[in-house]
């Protein structure tokens, strides 16, 4: 099977790379400095008990609770730092011309590339996570139960799939630019795309069918006797406007993988539509790729 | 001997915008067996295209061909099974070294006996004691000589050059050419492209000149200077002691005789067929230093024929 020869080749020369060792590093870095947050929170309900809440959460929401901000940022700058010159870089150092003369389908050369660069993408994600929780775990000094590895596992398979979402589309972007340094422009601006100008431009869309937002005020007596007046929004105008923001930032991969996650830490079942979206976009924008790749002709 | 390879009619074409760019124009080619064949032409003359699609990377519009008696679209897996290509501007995983990418090139080959082909193509283009560098520490000329060590790694009859030695210096050049040198005294046939006249022009058996997408003349060196001779005339250099008005006179009423040249110590004669012994019995009793017919350079030929 010559796609996975080649899916080996590249395996072998990812992991070689300073770019894979790099990242492995910077993000077993993020993970680590993240945890301080959960071992500060686990050792104030240690050793101050009668502040702790009744119920003190599972060790493995903490963990979520703690990293998922971090990871909501950092992964998919990571899933773009892989896949931003999968298919260019190829191009531009002469790779694709190598391997084509070699008795080698165009197919089995993309689908060989992508295959590399998802376990790639694996291999760089799981062991960070797994060492920082290690350390975690052994600072501490608790043993995580099965409930909590299962919850961790699901968040990690979560967390994969997210990173899918940003690979396959800066592999997508790789593959129409045809230059490294613009994919990777395109690829950061999509990211600022989907993590701060969508939030904001559904704000503001919906603001704009609803139209300014309506307020109440409400009186509260303090016990020193004086009355203030607090200004309220109305509960109904958020409501809708939740709806319309959620709604437009569902076009963004990280507000599936948020409700996923949320769901994981507040102990609700998760909604399959959130990890079929995870799972479709990438396979939408994988097979893209690779019907352009495929229909290309080397010039 | 049967051709090695040999196209009939082949075209490609490409659209950029609204207008449609004939790369490859009606090529017919033929390469015979045990030959340095040279694709001369300058930049963009659809050189690479050509070679695209006798490997088969690319299809044509219209025509056909063959390689090693291979059909260039529906075997085209074939032909890149037995023919050892090194594109133009080739390269290799970065991260890997000199024999691990020659390793990974013998998989995806399917060699047999890959650790004894790596090295013997290693040590065949000098690299053996370089074999644990890695491809992003090696310089341009060492590259290029990677570059065809993956094409030898087939033990391939027919060799196809695209530009091999583009970007590599005039020392570079020397050795790659000393190389192919070789390779052709082991009877291989090698086909290679360049617009570099003076680096791959002194080895060169056979040539075909390409420009804007077609072949506008191919054949045995020797053929196709004489044939340049017969089109644009025979030029003889003279050198003598003295060169007089008379003499010049006495050369032109030869019917033959096209132009004379007269410089302070030679006449160039211009003729339109062969007339040495016209010339030679104008001349006696002068005193001739020199006598010989200017035959045309590779670059007189790419000059007349790249137009």
New interface residues.
């Given amino acids: 099977m010559q796609m996975l020869k080649i899916a080996k080749i590249e395996l072998r020369n990812n992991i070689r790379g300073y770019r894979f060792i790099g990242v492995v590093i910077v993000l077993t870095l993020i993970l680590l400095a993240g945890m301080s947050f959960f071992l500060t929170l686990t050792q104030m309900f240690v050793s101050l008990p009668e502040i702790a809440p009744r119920r003190v959460p599972k060790v493995a929401f903490r963990i979520i609770n703690s990293l998922n901000s971090i990871i909501g940022m950092a992964v998919p700058i990571i899933a773009i730092i892989m896949g931003f010159d999968t298919i260019s870089g190829k191009i531009e150092k002469g790779i694709t011309k190598m391997i084509l003369a070699q008795p080698v389908y165009r197919d089995h050369l993309i689908l060989g590339s992508l295959l590399s660069g998802i376990i790639t993408l694996l291999i760089g994600i799981i062991p960070p996570v797994a060492l920082s929780l290690s350390i975690a775990v052994s600072t501490i000094g608790i043993t995580p139960t099965i409930d909590d590895v299962l919850l961790l596992l699901e968040y990690l398979i979560i967390t994969w799939l997210f990173s899918l979402s940003y690979y396959a589309i800066s592999v997508l972007i790789s593959t129409i630019s045809k230059n490294s340094t613009k994919s990777l422009m395109v690829s950061m601006i999509v990211w600022l795309i989907f993590i701060f100008i969508l939030p904001m431009m559904a704000t503001a869309v919906a603001m704009s069918i609803l139209g300014p937002p309506k307020f109440t005020v409400e009186k509260r007596r303090l016990p020193d006797g004086r009355v203030i007046t607090i200004p309220r929004m109305d509960i109904e105008y958020m409501r809708k406007m939740s709806e319309i923001t959620n709604l437009i930032r569902l076009l963004s991969p990280n507000a599936h993988f948020e409700r996923c996650t949320s769901n994981l830490i507040a102990n609700r079942p998760i909604d399959y539509t959130n990890i079929a979206v995870l799972v479709l976009l990438p396979i939408i924008a994988l097979l893209i790729s690779f019907i352009i790749f495929v229909k290309r002709e080397v010039r | 001997m049967a051709p090695v390879i040999e196209t009939h009619n082949l075209c490609k074409y490409?659209r950029v915008g609204k207008e449609v760019i004939k790369?490859v124009d009606g090529v017919n080619l033929l390469v015979p067996d045990g030959c340095i064949f040279g694709l001369i032409g300058p930049n963009g003359a659809g050189k690479?295209?050509l070679i695209?699609l006798l490997?088969g990377?690319?299809?044509p519009n219209s025509g056909s061909g063959e390689v090693l008696g291979y059909d260039i679209v529906k075997e085209s897996?074939?032909i890149?099974?037995r023919v050892g290509?090194?594109?133009?501007?080739?390269?290799?995983?970065?991260?890997?070294t000199a024999e691990?990418n020659l390793r990974?090139?013998a998989?995806?080959?399917?060699l047999e006996d890959k650790d004894k082909r790596v090295e013997e193509c290693l040590r065949t283009v000098g690299l053996w004691n370089f074999k644990k560098l890695k491809y992003k520490e090696m310089s341009t000329g060492m590259k290029q000589r990677l570059?065809l060590a993956?094409?030898l790694l087939k033990d391939p009859q027919l060799l196809i050059l695209d530009e091999p030695t583009a970007g590599i210096d005039p020392q570079g050049a020397r050795e790659f050419r000393d190389l192919v040198k070789e390779l052709y005294k082991e009877g291989k046939t090698i086909f290679i492209s360049t617009h570099l006249l003076y680096e791959i022009g002194p080895i060169l058996t056979h040539i075909a000149i390409m420009n804007k997408g077609r072949i506008t003349v191919q054949g045995g060196i020797d053929d196709i200077k004489e044939k340049l001779l017969s089109t644009q005339g025979y030029t003889y250099e003279i050198e003598m002691r003295e060169v007089k008005q008379e003499i010049k006179e006495r050369l032109s009423s030869i019917d033959t005789v096209k132009e004379v040249i007269m410089e302070p110590s030679k006449i160039l004669v211009r003729c339109s067929e062969p007339s040495s012994s016209e010339l030679m019995s104008a001349l006696i009793g002068e005193e001739v230093y020199s006598f010989r017919l200017v035959r045309p350079s590779l670059e007189d030929v790419f000059r007349a024929y790249a137009r």
């Fill in positions: 490409y790369a690479s295209t695209h490997m990377i690319i299809l897996i074939e890149r099974k290509f090194m594109p133009e501007g080739i390269g290799f995983y970065t991260d890997l691990q990974a090139v998989d995806l080959i399917g570059g993956q094409a």
